[in-house]
Nanobody
Framework: EVQLVESGGGLVQAGGSLRLSCAAS????????IGWFRQAPGKEREGVSC????????YYADSVKGRFTISGDFAKNTVYLQMNSLKPEDTAVYYC?????????WGQGTQVTVSS
């Protein structure tokens, strides 16, 4: 069973930085994608960024381009989201999602709060 453990959330002032980690385990395929999503109170969950294990290709939502960087240490099955220049509107619960041909698997989420 695929398991995901997120860490690195917390409280930071606007303009600050945080690095989220998503450690994945319990899978056997080399070709997968891990993405970061976020959900703010009263809003729908939205995609933030993702990375492919096979090609290392990345995707960023327009709202985070130039501020967030996704990277992967695939030997450790861990993906990171470096978040710089944080804004109050980045406040949300951040979830990582693992996807391969068998389906999608979600982590429990980590809270990120950016104070103004």
């Amino acid at each position: 069973e695929v398991q995901l453990v997120e860490s690195g959330g917390g409280l930071v002032q606007a303009g600050g930085s945080l690095r989220l980690s998503c450690a994945a385990s319990g899978f056997t395929f080399d070709d997968y994608t891990i993405g970061w999503f976020r959900q703010a109170p009263g809003k729908e969950r939205e995609g933030v960024s993702c990375i492919s294990s096979s090609e290392g290709s990345t995707y960023y939502a327009d709202s985070v381009k130039g501020r967030f960087t996704i990277s992967g240490d695939f030997a450790k099955n861990t993906v990171y989201l470096q978040m710089n220049s944080l804004k109050p509107e980045d406040t949300a619960v951040y979830y990582c999602k693992y996807s391969d041909w068998t389906g999608d698997y979600w982590g429990q989420g980590t809270q990120v709060t950016v104070s103004s």
